[in-house]
Nanobody, 123 residues
Framework: VQLAESGGGLVQPGGSLRLSCAAS????????ITWWRQAPGKEREGVACINIRDGSTSYEDFVKGRFTISRDNAKYLVTLQMNNLKFEDSASYYCALAVGSSCPGVEWEYDYWGQGTQVTVSS
């Protein structure tokens, strides 16, 4: 399994970005993908999760109402639409895959990780 993120960049506060996670090499159909992020000096934290089988989602409180996670199963693509970005959203964003459908789960359940994409919110 390989995951590849794209779509990061520099944006002003209040702006939007759309991150994509392209998956390949998947041979099972019961899994979930979570977007994680890590800022310098801080621990990695989960952001949003999607169950690939039924499309159910979960979000951390600090992104609810601003971020939307979605999937395109035909393309093995998961996107994270980020609106109304704040300074504190600046981080490296990673998508990760875990077998099983219980969003979000815990970090150690995620066996497959992408390389990450940088999001910087700055004026």
């Amino acid at each position: 399994v390989q995951l590849a993120e794209s779509g990061g960049g520099l944006v002003q506060p209040g702006g939007s970005l759309r991150l994509s996670c392209a998956a390949s090499g998947i041979t099972f159909d019961d899994y979930r993908i979570t977007w994680w992020r890590q800022a310098p000096g801080k621990e990695r934290e989960g952001v949003a999760c999607i169950n690939i089988r039924d499309g159910s989602t979960s979000y951390e409180d600090f992104v609810k109402g601003r971020f939307t996670i979605s999937r395109d199963n035909a393309k093995y693509l998961v996107t994270l639409q980020m609106n109304n970005l704040k300074f504190e959203d600046s981080a490296s964003y990673y998508c990760a895959l875990a077998v099983g459908s219980s969003c979000p789960g815990v970090e150690w359940e995620y066996d497959y990780w992408g390389q990450g994409t940088q999001v910087t919110v700055s004026s």
